[in-house]
């Protein structure tokens, strides 16, 4: 409901309707502030409604007296000589804003109704001042209830944008608040361009990240509809275990589907996937959606998707999440997720310990060799936290890097196995050869000569290594230096890498 229709004559309406017992006006049914009450029906819903406003009033009334250190009842009187002394008592003090509110509940919601003479009996003022100070009530009234119902209203309006938004899977997000208000700026700030595409490694909280900053523009001004479009074809358990999702949206036809029903176009239903697009850009022309597609490396045609999407963006925003960097198309903007710090290592993987309700301290030395061989992947602290419980940190990290359970097996699964399975022969022949490199990085001249590869095969390479987040560049711009992530050093170290060579089934 629009605030500016809960006017002081709709208030007064109200307020008379209950005294006499009344059924409300019909404006009053359209609040966004009623949705809060548990009713069943009108009669129950205008009863948790009075009580809502009378207590309202009551508090505003109560603190006014208790600020002049007079004596206020539990419970008003429920005698006309009571009500009278109490009214009596509230004008004697020349307070004008206790006044203003006695006034209001005296005369509109007291349990017995004053009549003139009792008026004239109990006020040291003439009875047209006392309506005076009923009417500035009824104004601060009316101007508290418009708050409500814009708190109200922000507050429905996020719950309806947030319905298709998955339940948040972190307790806290950490060593991302730039990054966060990055993203939040270029959702929201005019001309930053349609696409946004957050990138990194597996399990690097890409898809956490794309949830805080979609929850957050719930609460912004604007937007027609929020979407989520998950692409996610697996998830891995603390417990180590791959889980594989049911009905994982694979290709583009998928993804105009799940658009065409949160959109509310069930209509489009057989028409091909193109017309159905043109229809909903039509959409995304009109207003303003935000349309978040997670995980979208793993869509099999994603090669058409954006060129297909970018056209009839219109006012609506994409952001994308992805493995694989979207770069090569010059209307995405690119935001890297850059890894934990150790600091912040440290904090998630005690949050995690203190989740499960394990009263270990980390200390200093083993903080060191766990970030030295996860680095600071959110997803690799949390399976080593939930892994504390059973063992200790020490068989933890050698069995990480043996690879010889079940466990760390499925954390290079779940985080690498897809990207090695769509790395070129040439770019595989480069990852095995930079296990040597130094840890604060190596030129691509050093590469190419340990690689062996001629040139143009050796910056195709390059490039789909940097795409992927396995190689990480730095250095100064007039040399650049590449390293591994520590991570993908553990998963070089160890022997799985042998089964995938034989085995080339994508998990």
Not at 402 to 431: C, F, G, K
Not at 482 to 503: C, E, M, N, P, V
Request: aromatic content about 8%; charged content about 20%; proline content about 4%.
């Amino acid at each position: 409901m629009n605030v500016e229709s809960i006017t002081l004559d709709l208030v007064k309406q109200t307020l008379i309707c209950w005294q006499k017992v009344q059924k409300l006006p019909a404006d009053i049914w359209q609040l966004d502030l009623l949705r809060q009450f548990d009713a069943d029906g009108e009669a129950e819903l205008s009863l948790l409604f009075y009580d809502y406003v009378r207590n309202l009033v009551e508090s505003r009334l109560q603190e006014q007296r208790v600020s002049e250190g007079l004596a206020h009842p539990s419970r008003p009187p429920m005698t006309r000589a009571g009500i009278t002394a109490v009214l009596a008592q509230d004008f004697r003090c020349d307070n004008v804003e206790l006044e203003t509110w006695s006034a209001l509940y005296h005369h509109y919601i007291s349990p017995i109704l004053l009549t003139e003479a009792d008026l004239q009996q109990a006020l040291p003022v003439s009875s047209r001042n006392y309506r005076r100070r009923a009417q500035a009530g009824l104004a601060r009234l009316t101007w508290l209830l418009r708050q409500a119902e814009m708190e109200a209203h922000q507050h429905s309006r996020s719950r309806h944008l947030s319905r298709f938004l998955p339940q948040p899977d972190y307790l806290e997000l950490l060593g991302v608040t730039d990054l966060l208000a990055q993203i939040q700026a270029l959702l929201t700030v005019p001309h930053a361009g349609s696409f946004i595409s957050i990138e990194g490694l597996g399990g690097i909280g890409k898809t956490a990240l794309a949830q805080a900053a979609a929850y957050r523009q719930t609460e912004v001004e604007g937007w027609q509809d929020i979407l989520w479009v998950s692409a996610r074809q697996q998830r891995l358990e603390s417990s180590g275990e791959l889980i594989f999702e049911k009905q994982p949206v694979r290709t583009f036809n998928d993804i105009v589907d799940r658009l065409v029903v949160q959109m509310g176009q069930r209509h489009l239903t057989g028409l091909t996937s193109q017309d159905k697009l043109r229809h909903l850009q039509a959409l995304f022309i009109e207003k303003p959606y935000l349309v978040v597609i997670d995980n979208l490396e793993t869509i099999a045609d994603v090669e058409m998707l954006l060129p297909a999407l970018q056209p009839g963006a219109g006012k609506t925003r994409f952001l994308l999440t992805s493995r694989q960097t979207m770069r090569q198309y010059p209307f995405v903007r690119v935001v890297p997720v850059p890894v934990l710090s150790m600091a912040d290592s440290r904090i998630l993987i005690e949050l995690e310990m203190s989740r499960l309700g394990m009263a270990i301290e980390l200390g200093q030395r083993d903080l060191n060799r766990l970030y030295n061989l996860v680095g600071g992947l959110p997803l690799a602290l949390k399976l080593t936290a939930a892994q504390l419980q059973r063992r200790s940190l020490s068989e933890v990290l050698q069995q990480l890097q043996e690879v010889n359970t079940v466990t760390p097996y499925h954390l290079y699964t779940y985080i690498y196995r897809m990207t090695w399975e769509m790395l070129a022969d040439s770019s595989r022949q480069l990852l095995l050869s930079t296990l040597d490199i130094a840890p604060e990085g190596d030129t691509a001249a050093w590469l190419r000569g340990m690689s062996g590869l001629a040139n143009g095969e050796f910056e195709v390479a390059l490039d789909q290594l940097l795409d992927y987040s396995l190689l990480v560049a730095g250095g100064a711009v007039t040399q650049r230096v590449y390293k591994l992530h520590r991570l993908t050093a553990t998963f070089l170290q160890s022997d799985i890498l042998g089964g995938w060579d034989d085995d080339a089934t994508v998990v």
